[in-house]
């Protein structure tokens, strides 16, 4: 059965999510982005002056989608949640912990800070806490569930 710290390894496990935001007028805007996992949070880097920043200003409301690829061939598992966002400059303190223990360039390759991003003058931090309610779509559910009954792989778990 699939619980909190369930969903929450997996969302640690995985590096790469869609992250939905709104502009003011509720124009939509859907993005893939790494992101790191660290203590409840998502944390993103992006320009200053992107639309993702333009739009969390204006309407700190997000939504996030992470694949969980489980089988070759078949589409894969979501986690799925909404949530509120702030942008902290790379010089805030919780920033800058983070970056001295190393907490958000872990993982090669997968890291938010890989492939200099810091050395960019114009970066900033997006932090997402997730709403209490994680939707998850196939994550522990069997194949042999799902083929039967697909609209049935829905769950909905609260992260506590």
């Known amino acids: 059965m699939l619980g909190p710290k369930q969903?929450?390894?997996?969302?640690?496990?995985?590096?790469f999510c869609t992250l939905a935001t709104a502009s003011a007028d509720g124009k939509p805007h859907v993005v893939g982005m790494k992101y790191k996992y660290v203590?409840?949070?998502l944390y993103f880097c992006?320009?200053?002056?992107s639309k993702k920043a333009r739009n969390i200003r204006?309407?700190?409301n997000v939504a996030v989608c992470i694949p969980v690829a489980r089988y070759p061939l078949a589409p894969p598992w979501a986690v799925q949640f909404q949530g509120t966002a702030v942008i902290l400059s790379r010089d805030d303190p919780e920033i800058v912990q983070l970056l001295e223990s190393r907490k958000l360039a872990?993982?090669?390759?997968r890291a938010i800070t890989a492939l200099g991003v810091l050395k960019e003058p114009d970066r900033c931090f997006l932090k997402v806490t997730p709403a209490r309610l994680i939707?998850?779509?196939g994550v522990g559910v069997s194949?042999?569930?799902?083929?039967?009954?697909?609209?049935?792989?829905k769950r909905t778990l609260a992260l506590e």
């Open 7 to 15: 969903l929450r390894r997996i969302m640690a496990g995985r590096f």
């Open 39 to 41: 203590d409840g949070h």
């Open 46 to 49: 992006t320009g200053v002056a």
């Open 58 to 60: 204006a309407n700190p």
């Open 106 to 109: 872990r993982m090669p390759g």
């Open 135 to 137: 939707h998850t779509w």
């Open 143 to 153: 194949l042999f569930a799902i083929l039967r009954a697909p609209t049935r792989a």
